[in-house]
């Protein structure tokens, strides 16, 4: 009897154990700035820049080493409470189609035509015909304007009946409807939606809840906006294509997709001051600093950081988006460290004051 009680009581206690286990991987480690290298100071100076200079936060994560050392909300968000991500959906698309090529599903060399033959306009036009999986994820469909889809039945014919007067590769165009495209292939090949596909090959092993992801009217995934995460959520994601695809030991996204994707696979302007000129990769804008980041309507940033091994997550309601970068540049890109700083309380406390009571400007 007693050895039966001692069995179950180690069994409770190992079930516990294993449930803090999982409960704890659902949330990045937390360290404080200096044991990762950065000034407090610096990181609250920042924070204080932003919430005067930018209308208006919404949230802020800095991630450094793989652990949260910094985090505020300006209410009514909070930790808990999913933002609208807008254009940054469209990493998360992209790296639905990385996962597809990976399973051999599709190619990235595929003609756009192979997968709706039955969508194709009798009167395609050469550039349609070799227009490839690759522009639509660089955003060089040929097209010179976006095909409006708001008032559109069926997306996938209109985007097929639009003209494409440029040689696919060659004309780089913000294309909001290639990212859906994207989508509408992947559930194609795999018979799932984005949302769904990617949930037991990414949502869940980053510990990331179902998430919301808004469909067009023929029941696919948006794919270039309409997906819904919290700020931790997208911190992880950034975290993961910082450490290229690998999460816990597991290679969840191929290395060479993550390379391919946040590298300049298409030039977008010449302007050395611009972080909209600096290249754009796979449904990745490359950005000045040697950084590279996801990046949707109204300030909704995932910023990595190589270099200084970092990711800043933003999210906001800001109307210089420009400017909002700027002040990650200005405040935080040179408080990094390469070693820890000496531990300082007093300026932890002083960032942990102003990260709570923020409030969003009206």
């Known amino acids: 009897m007693k050895n039966i ?29 200096e044991s990762q290298g950065i000034s407090s100071a610096a990181i609250t100076e920042f924070i204080r820049t932003a919430d005067k200079d ?20 300006w ?3 909070s930790p808990e409470k999913p933002h609208v991500l807008w254009s940054l959906s469209k990493s998360f698309t992209s790296t639905a189609v990385g996962l597809a090529v990976q399973e051999g599903k599709l190619s990235v060399d595929d003609e756009v035509v192979k997968f709706f033959p039955d969508r194709v306009p009798k009167d395609a036009s050469p550039n349609l015909k070799s227009m490839r999986v690759k522009d639509l994820l660089t955003m060089a469909t040929g097209h010179q304007d976006e095909v409006s889809l708001r008032d559109e039945k069926d997306w996938i014919n209109a985007f097929l009946k639009h003209p494409v007067p ?19 292939i992947v559930q194609k090949v795999t018979g799932e939606k984005v949302v769904d596909y990617l949930q037991s090959r990414l949502f869940a092993p980053l510990g990331i809840d179902a998430p919301k992801w808004d469909e067009n009217p023929q029941g696919i995934s948006i794919g270039g906006y309409g997906l819904y995460l919290k700020t931790e959520d997208i911190a992880k994601f950034g975290q993961l294509y910082l450490q290229k695809g690998n999460w816990n030991g597991k290679q969840l996204i191929p290395e060479s997709w993550v390379a391919a994707a946040t590298s300049k696979q298409v030039s977008n302007g010449s302007s050395p001051n611009s972080d909209w000129e600096q290249g754009y990769g796979f449904q990745f804008w490359r950005c000045r600093h040697g950084a590279y980041r996801g990046d949707g309507k109204d300030g909704q940033f995932c910023v990595v950081l190589p270099e200084q091994d970092a990711v800043v997550v933003m999210t906001a309601n800001s109307t210089n988006l420009q400017g909002q970068l700027n002040v990650v540049w200005d405040k935080l890109l040179t408080a990094f460290e390469e070693k820890p700083l000496a531990e300082n309380p007093t300026a932890v406390e002083e960032l942990k004051a102003i990260s709570t009571g923020l409030k969003a400007k009206r």
């Open 5 to 33: 009680f001692a069995t179950g009581l180690s069994l409770l206690c190992w079930s516990v154990l294993s449930w803090n286990v999982v409960a704890q991987e659902k949330h990045l480690p937390r360290a404080t700035p």
């Open 75 to 77: 209410e009514p968000e």
């Open 54 to 73: 930018v209308n208006s936060m919404h949230s802020f994560m800095l991630v450094r080493h793989g652990k949260v050392v910094a985090e505020a909300w």
């Open 166 to 184: 440029h040689k696919p590769g060659t004309h780089f165009k913000y294309n909001t409807p290639a990212t859906f495209m994207q989508s509408a």
